[in-house]
């Protein structure tokens, strides 16, 4: 299984970015998939991830600014990234948890996206 993000890039304060992340390979089911981020000197943080019952949830600083969907024909996710702030600055991951075929469940990260937003 691998997880292949995109859209990261820099933008100015206030503006947008979208994220993608598609999970290719030996899959039966995506339990969850979401985002996490890790700014400089800092820890790696959840910012949002969505469940295959639909429960989504995120991390306080994003709510109101940043959605996440699941595309699951596709196998992928996103996160739609508004009004963006430079505190959102980090290398953005993806991240799932995948039931393979052999119904084996284990974690898959991503590499890594950079996000810089300029004040």
């Known amino acids: 299984v691998q997880l292949q993000a995109s859209g990261g890039g820099l933008v100015q304060a206030g503006g947008s970015l979208r994220l993608s992340c598609a999970a290719s390979?030996?899959?039966?089911?995506?339990?969850?998939m979401g985002w996490y981020r890790q700014a400089p000197g800092k820890q790696r943080e959840l910012v949002a991830v969505?469940?295959?019952?639909?429960?989504?949830n995120y991390t306080d600083s994003v709510k109101g600014r940043f959605t996440i969907s699941r595309d699951n024909t596709k196998n992928t996710v996103y996160l739609e990234m508004n009004s963006l702030k430079p505190e959102d600055t980090a290398v953005y991951y993806c991240?799932?948890?995948?039931?393979?075929?052999?119904?084996?469940?284990?974690?898959?990260w991503g590499q890594g996206t950079l996000v810089t937003v300029s004040s």
């Open positions: 390979g030996n899959i039966f089911d995506i339990i969850r």
């Open positions: 991240h799932a948890r995948i039931a393979t075929i052999g119904r084996e469940r284990s974690v898959y």
């Open positions: 969505a469940t295959n019952d639909n429960t989504i």
